[in-house]
């Protein structure tokens, strides 16, 4: 009588969810889809997650780099269905189900959720974008952190006063939170450390021109937190314009219109720091789908491309339409999208249709002005000065990720309020590193 082995069927490939960006809306996707019967592969330039809010503080000398990055990879230890791959990507075949990456890689997809962020927005003004320094990753705040230390040094060496004071004045476009607080950030670097530090520069005082083409500080804040925003820089010593407009930037100087009474006025200066807007990355463009007037990815109420069940859109890439309008490139409605999409990819593993749309929940906005001195917008409720200052201190801490960056964080920002020190003063240069851009 002959044997007979059984054979146990090959169970089906599971599905290939591949999650393309590592920022806020990608890393909370990611973090929902741990141990779920699918292989999810984040897809990143960096290999890192970048708490891009306290971008400013490591630019102002107070934070180090690591502080505010975390290694994707070693969020992604110990999971039995996640991956990571370090890469760029730069073209997206949605009929094919396939995207290419810089190095020639083919990553192949059942589900695909695009969350890639944003970059600066120079309005078609090359000139400007070319000679300002933006504050969107980390490779720019490090060259301002070098650029303003540099510009200190130039100064102290230099004789003539035209030139001292071309050295000492740094233009800031964009009075929303990143230009704001970066702007209280260098004030406070500048008292700290320039009487103490540079003996050769007393008598010469640092000017901060902090510019906005709105009528006031904070737009999207209530309009009683801008003026009490704008009253604190300018006790600071920041000089605030409202209605004004860059027009151009060389070298040596910037060009403002909207200036009162004269019109046009030039500014000398080394430093454009650029805070004034953002627009989707390039790889928008690379998907052929709709887009809106931001150039953002329109999506439906589940936030999928084009009412398709396999591909969705979350975060600054992302044109999300709520009570008609737009919602804002920050960090909380991505969160909340990639929390969302995650829940919609499990029910469609578990085979149940999710049919409760995608809502935001604002749950306030925050911006930091200086030592003891915030703003704070939650619901009906308007908070300043040091109760504004602490939630915002919270708020941050808890919302980083890592133990290790919540303490070296909090422990930082301890001794900068006892000591009354910006410790990371480091002028560093470094070579391109190998195949940095895989």
Same mark, same amino acid.
Request: charged content about 25%; hydrophobic content about 40%.
């Given at each position: 009588?002959?044997?007979?082995?059984?054979?146990? @069927?090959?169970?089906?490939?599971?599905?290939?969810?591949?999650?393309?960006?590592?920022?806020?809306?990608?890393?909370?996707?990611?973090?929902?889809?741990?141990?779920?019967?699918?292989?999810?592969?984040?897809?990143?330039?960096?290999?890192?997650?970048?708490?891009?809010?306290?971008?400013?503080?490591?630019?102002?000398?107070?934070?180090?780099?690591?502080?505010?990055?975390?290694?994707?990879?070693?969020?992604?230890?110990?999971?039995?269905?996640?991956?990571?791959?370090?890469?760029?990507?730069?073209? +997206?075949?949605?009929?094919?189900?396939?995207?290419?990456?810089?190095?020639?890689?083919?990553?192949?997809?059942?589900?695909?959720?695009?969350?890639?962020?944003?970059?600066?927005?120079?309005?078609?003004?090359?000139?400007?974008?070319?000679?300002?320094?933006?504050?969107?990753?980390?490779?720019?705040?490090?060259?301002?952190?070098?650029?303003?230390?540099?510009?200190?040094?130039?100064?102290?060496?230099?004789?003539?006063?035209?030139? +001292?004071?071309?050295?000492?004045?740094?233009?800031?476009?964009?009075?929303?939170?990143?230009?704001?607080?970066?702007?209280?950030?260098?004030?406070?670097?500048?008292?700290?450390?320039?009487?103490?530090?540079?003996?050769?520069? +007393?008598?010469?005082?640092?000017?901060?021109?902090?510019?906005?083409?709105?009528?006031?500080?904070?737009? @999207?804040?209530?309009?009683?937190?801008?003026?009490?925003?704008?009253?604190?820089?300018?006790?600071?010593?920041?000089?605030?314009?409202?209605?004004?407009?860059?027009?151009?930037?060389?070298?040596?100087?910037?060009?403002?219109?909207?200036?009162?009474?004269?019109?046009?006025?030039?500014?000398?200066?080394?430093?454009?720091?650029?805070?004034?807007?953002?627009?989707?990355?390039?790889?928008?463009?690379?998907?052929?789908?709709?887009?809106?007037?931001?150039?953002?990815?329109?999506?439906?109420?589940?936030?999928?491309?084009?009412?398709?069940?396999?591909?969705?859109?979350?975060?600054?890439?992302?044109?999300?339409?709520?009570?008609?309008?737009?919602?804002?490139?920050?960090?909380? @409605?991505?969160?909340?999208?990639?929390?969302?999409?995650?829940?919609?990819?499990?029910?469609?593993?578990?085979?149940?249709?999710?049919?409760?749309?995608?809502?935001?929940?604002?749950?306030?906005?925050?911006?930091?002005?200086?030592?003891?001195?915030?703003?704070?917008?939650?619901?009906?409720?308007?908070?300043?000065?040091?109760?504004?200052?602490?939630?915002?201190?919270?708020?941050?801490?808890?919302?980083?990720?890592?133990?290790?960056?919540?303490?070296?964080?909090?422990?930082?920002?301890?001794?900068?309020?006892?000591?009354?020190?910006?410790?990371?003063?480091? +002028?560093?240069?470094?070579?391109?590193?190998?195949?940095?851009?895989?």
């Amino acid at each position: 009588m002959e044997s007979q082995t059984a054979t146990r @069927p090959s169970s089906p490939p599971r599905p290939q969810v591949v999650i393309v960006g590592g920022g806020f809306g990608g890393i909370e996707c990611v973090k929902k889809l741990d141990g779920a019967d699918a292989d999810v592969l984040l897809v990143d330039r960096n290999n890192y997650h970048l708490f891009t809010p306290l971008l400013y503080q490591v630019a102002s000398s107070l934070l180090n780099p690591s502080d505010i990055a975390y290694p994707l990879r070693k969020l992604l230890r110990g999971s039995r269905n996640l991956r990571f791959r370090r890469s760029t990507v730069t073209d +997206i075949d949605l009929d094919g189900k396939y995207l290419t990456t810089a190095d020639g890689h083919r990553i192949d997809w059942d589900v695909l959720v695009l969350a890639a962020g944003s970059e600066s927005n120079f309005f078609g003004n090359g000139e400007i974008a070319e000679r300002s320094i933006g504050l969107k990753n980390l490779d720019e705040a490090l060259q301002l952190r070098n650029h303003i230390l540099s510009c200190l040094d130039q100064a102290s060496r230099a004789t003539d006063p035209e030139e +001292i004071a071309a050295w000492l004045t740094f233009v800031i476009v964009g009075g929303g939170p990143t230009g704001v607080e970066y702007a209280g950030a260098l004030a406070e670097l500048f008292r700290l450390v320039l009487r103490a530090e540079y003996p050769e520069l +007393i008598g010469h005082s640092p000017r901060i021109v902090l510019v906005e083409a709105m009528d006031r500080l904070l737009p @999207p804040f209530d309009p009683r937190l801008g003026a009490y925003a704008e009253k604190v820089l300018t006790r600071l010593g920041v000089e605030v314009m409202t209605g004004v407009r860059v027009e151009g930037a060389t070298d040596s100087e910037v060009r403002l219109s909207g200036v009162e009474p004269a019109g046009e006025v030039e500014i000398a200066s080394r430093t454009l720091v650029w805070a004034a807007g953002v627009r989707p990355t390039d790889l928008a463009g690379e998907v052929e789908a709709e887009k809106s007037r931001s150039r953002r990815l329109r999506v439906d109420e589940f936030l999928r491309l084009d009412g398709r069940n396999d591909v969705y859109a979350i975060g600054d890439l992302a044109s999300v339409d709520q009570d008609g309008q737009e919602l804002p490139m920050l960090s909380p @409605p991505a969160m909340q999208a990639g929390r969302y999409v995650a829940r919609r990819i499990l029910a469609g593993l578990r085979r149940k249709g999710s049919k409760k749309p995608f809502r935001y929940k604002d749950k306030g906005t925050m911006a930091v002005i200086g030592r003891n001195a915030a703003v704070a917008e939650v619901g009906a409720l308007r908070l300043t000065g040091f109760i504004g200052w602490l939630a915002w201190l919270g708020l941050h801490l808890y919302y980083l990720v890592g133990f290790r960056n919540r303490l070296a964080v909090m422990i930082s920002w301890g001794f900068n309020y006892l000591k009354a020190d910006r410790p990371v003063r480091l +002028i560093t240069r470094a070579k391109a590193a190998p195949l940095a851009d895989a």
